[in-house]
């Protein structure tokens, strides 16, 4: 916080001590009387005191004060209030951080699981298939190489690309008595 002065001015004591004297000459406002008991003589006497008090006001002259500088004070702070509200509202702060530490740590926990369980899933959803032997493997490969081998005269190789496809059929059938 920013620091503070106060300036009391000599104007300012004036009219504070002239606010005093208008103070002093205000009639007191009536108030509802309540019935009381007779009053007794003592009142003269009280009426003498009063009396005698303001011949005695009268008699003095009145003092006024000398004018002085400005006098500047340091404005202090409140030494308990505002420092047990700052307390409350440090600590109240603090239990926030706290608070939002352990959400953030959370928030990073779950979403470590979420994104393994994501992982996970994906892996097993969309996992290539073993790749399986393709049948009939050792036939195909013998009637290409023969074919390669004997391009000018393919009859040479008849007998190879017949047992392939033997085995071809052979496969297919297998396949359509598994499926039912």
């Not at 920013?2 to 009391?8: H, P, T, V």
């Not at 969309?126 to 000018?152: D, R, S, T």
Request: charged fraction near 30%; charge should be positive; hydrophobic fraction near 30%.
């Amino acid at each position: 916080m920013g620091e503070f002065s106060i300036q009391i001015s000599s104007n300012l004591v004036n009219r504070l001590a002239e606010d005093d004297e208008k103070l002093k000459k205000r009639t007191k406002k009536n108030k509802t009387k309540v019935p009381r008991e007779p009053q007794q003589p003592q009142t003269k006497v009280d009426q003498k005191q009063i009396s005698g008090d303001s011949e005695k006001q009268k008699g003095t002259t009145r003092t006024v004060w000398p004018v002085q500088p400005p006098l500047f004070l340091p404005i202090n702070q409140p030494p308990h209030s505002a420092s047990a509200e700052l307390d409350a509202i440090i600590s109240v702060v603090k239990e926030s951080e706290n608070v939002v530490e352990k959400l953030r740590k959370q928030e990073e926990n779950m979403v470590q699981e979420v994104t393994q369980k994501a992982k996970d899933l994906h892996d097993k959803e969309f996992k290539i298939p073993e790749p399986k032997p393709m049948p009939c493997l050792v036939e195909n490969n013998a009637w290409m190489a023969c074919y390669k081998e004997n391009a000018n005269d393919l009859t040479k190789c008849a007998p190879l690309a017949q047992n392939f496809a033997n085995c071809a059929r052979r496969v297919r059938q297998l396949a359509k008595s598994a499926d039912k």
